[in-house]
């Protein structure tokens, strides 16, 4: 993976086409259509479905940018639809967690979108805002490689390499100061 953009000590690689945290304002359907596409085109490579359920699932979870636990994606369902069984939820969050479209934020109990383009078992660091709740993706190759070089040295293989840390963001920050 090349390098790309360094902020506040962490490597944005070059591939990811979603900034770490949106502006506000940002043209958010767009960004919501690109990574619904993106999903539809992974899914047909790999010969796996994006049914209705999942890509609602997924749907939901772009259009937050904030963590939502599946009672939450629940709530968010359309109007005027059925209301889904939550392990209907869970069974698609199984499946897009599978496919690397969604992430687990242990810390939330809740899942966020994947908008980082990193390959299975990349490190990937979520810079989580305590003021407005969303969750950025980051990565660095720094901490990947000491992390990996560490594991290996004790025998151990990571399943799901993943760093929380809470903070503030920089548009909050701005809007305080």
Do not use: W
């Not at 900034?19 to 940002?26: D, L, R, S, T, V």
């Not at 490579?45 to 937050?64: C, D, H, K, N």
């Not at 299975?120 to 990947?144: K, P, Q």
């Amino acid at each position: 993976m090349g390098r790309g953009a360094y902020v506040d000590g962490i490597t944005v690689p070059k591939e990811m086409s979603q900034p770490i945290f949106h502006e506000p304002g940002h043209d958010h359907d767009r960004c919501t259509a690109d990574a619904l596409a993106h999903a539809e085109t992974l899914c047909a490579q790999r010969a796996q479905r994006l049914t209705p359920i999942r890509r609602q699932v997924l749907t939901t979870l772009l259009e937050s940018h904030k963590p939502l636990g599946a009672y939450e994606i629940i709530d968010r369902a359309p109007a005027g639809t059925p209301r889904p069984a939550p392990i209907t939820i869970y069974r698609a969050l199984d499946f897009l967690r599978e496919q690397g479209l969604v992430h687990r934020i242990e810390s939330r109990n809740a899942f966020v979108a994947c908008v980082g383009n990193h390959a299975s078992g990349d490190l990937v660091v979520f810079l989580i805002c305590e003021d407005c709740g969303e969750v950025g993706e980051a990565s660095s190759e720094g901490i990947t490689d000491q992390l990996k070089s560490a594991a290996r040295a004790a025998g151990f293989t990571p399943k799901a390499p993943v760093i929380e840390i809470s903070g503030i963001c920089a548009h909050c920050r701005q809007a305080s100061a």
